[in-house]
């Protein structure tokens, strides 16, 4: 996706919910600017600041990015890039699934601490 | 009109800017770069796993809203560890990244290394590369460095990073003529030259290329020696550069990696000589030899 349909979609989201730039730049803690060049195609949003604009508007990074038609913030289904690897060993499996696991548990006491 | 299947090309330029824009981002730079500072700043969990836990060296997870790296710990060269988490960093950093990690299955497999085809392997090897050894930091340490491998282990020990991603990174940037060359069981996997290697075309050997007989490194091959062990000496720049447009006397360092069999061979130079300053030192060094001068006159040396 280019970075005017990103912007695209952005503002598309904002003008369905009724919301300004402004009070998107309050609640994802992004300058004004930075919001209205990722709106125009100026800029690219980077990862933090597609992390920030996700939880603001409650939508997956994913479908900002154009990459799903799903809005809805993906479920525990972990998604996993590797380096140097072949073929995953069933010990391998069993540590990312710890790993996955702790994930989970840590975002979901990061949201109830309202550290999100 | 039929589709052309042409597979996506890796934008380098791409995965620096986007290393450069986290290092800006930070509210200062020291060295080595804190790879877990910058994770914890980006709300990344950050895990090391020993060799029995898992069988890859790195990955970057996502679930639910979190991220996470995985590394394995048990590879004994720190600077490695530190480039597979700098690399998955970038699988982060760089959005049109998250399309790789978000297609297809949940589980997307892949293989790195300096050499990899893969767009995205690339882009984040050049990420890590530009995050742990931040370009103008790296000429400004080159500059302040010695020459050779000596030169590419006081970078290595200053950026905390491994002796060959320092030598790749100081061959691609350093001012001076230098090739650095990764070799195993006396064949040749990979070389990297400095611009100026460039301009004479001794930048490039094909894969699996014998190692010369007439060098250093051949003749570690051919007598074999601890891991770690060092040896210097000289070659002929004609001796590895098959399509080298000059030849010349190069210096050579060679380190065994200790790992796979691998050596790093560091060819250097002060400069490279223009063709007149070696047909001078050609006739220095024999003393039959006589000059001309401009009205055809000899001259003796």
């Known amino acids: 996706m280019s970075k005017q349909e990103v912007g695209g979609r952005i503002k598309q989201i904002i003008e369905t919910r009724g919301l300004t730039q402004a009070q998107l730049s309050a609640?994802?803690?992004?300058?004004?600017?930075?919001i209205s060049?990722?709106?125009?195609?100026?800029?690219?949003?980077?990862?933090?600041?597609?992390r920030k604009l996700s939880r603001a508007l409650g939508v997956s990074v994913e479908y900002l990015l154009g990459i799903s038609e799903e809005p809805k913030i993906a479920g525990d289904e972990a998604k996993v890039i590797f380096r140097n690897a072949q073929q995953l060993s069933e010990e391998s499996l069993k540590t990312l699934a710890t790993f996955s696991q702790m994930l989970i548990d840590q975002d979901a006491k990061k949201k109830k601490d309202g550290g999100d | 009109m039929a589709a052309t299947n042409v597979p996506p090309k890796a934008d380098l330029r791409r995965a620096a800017d986007a290393a450069r824009g986290l290092l800006e981002s930070l509210p200062s730079i020291e060295l080595p770069i804190d790879l877990v500072a910058i994770a914890r700043g980006l709300d990344i969990e950050v895990r090391a796993a020993a060799q029995q836990e898992i069988d890859f060296s790195g990955c970057l997870m996502h679930v639910g809203g979190a991220w996470g790296i995985l590394y394995r710990d048990d590879i004994p060269v720190p600077g490695f560890r530190r480039f597979t988490v700098a690399h998955e960093l970038g699988h982060f950093e760089i959005a049109a990244h998250h399309a790789v990690i978000f297609s297809g299955a949940s589980m997307h497999v892949s293989e790195s290394g300096f050499t990899s085809h893969l767009w995205y392997e690339q882009e984040a090897d050049h990420f890590a590369a530009e995050l742990l050894m931040p370009e103008e930091l790296f000429r400004d340490a080159i500059r302040n460095s010695a020459i050779g491998l000596p030169a590419i282990k006081h970078l290595a020990e200053t950026f905390n990073t491994s002796l060959t991603s320092t030598a790749i990174r100081y061959a691609k940037l350093s001012p001076d003529p230098v090739a650095i060359v990764v070799s195993a069981e006396d064949r040749i996997l990979y070389c990297f030259a400095s611009?100026?290697?460039?301009?004479?075309?001794a930048d490039w050997i094909e894969r699996a290329t014998k190692v010369p007989a007439a060098s250093e490194t051949g003749r570690h091959f051919k007598t074999g020696a601890p891991p770690g062990a060092e040896r210097e000496g000289r070659s002929y720049l004609s001796a590895w550069f098959a399509n080298a447009a000059r030849d010349h006397e190069f210096a050579e360092d060679m380190v065994d990696l200790g790992r796979y069999g691998r050596t790093l061979t560091v060819l250097h130079a002060a400069q490279i000589p223009d063709e007149e300053e070696m047909l001078d030192q050609d006739l220095k060094d024999d003393p039959e030899a006589h000059k001309f001068n401009r009205d055809g006159k000899r001259i003796s040396w």
Do not use: V
């Not at chain 1, 609640?27 to 930075?34: D, N, R, V």
């Not at chain 1, 060049?37 to 949003?45: A, C, E, L, V």
């Not at chain 2, 611009?195 to 075309?201: D, G, T």
């Open chain 1, 37 to 50: 060049h990722f709106i125009t195609g100026f800029r690219t949003p980077g990862t933090s600041s597609l």
């Open chain 2, 195 to 201: 611009p100026c290697m460039k301009a004479i075309r």
């Open chain 1, 27 to 34: 609640k994802s803690g992004l300058p004004p600017a930075t």
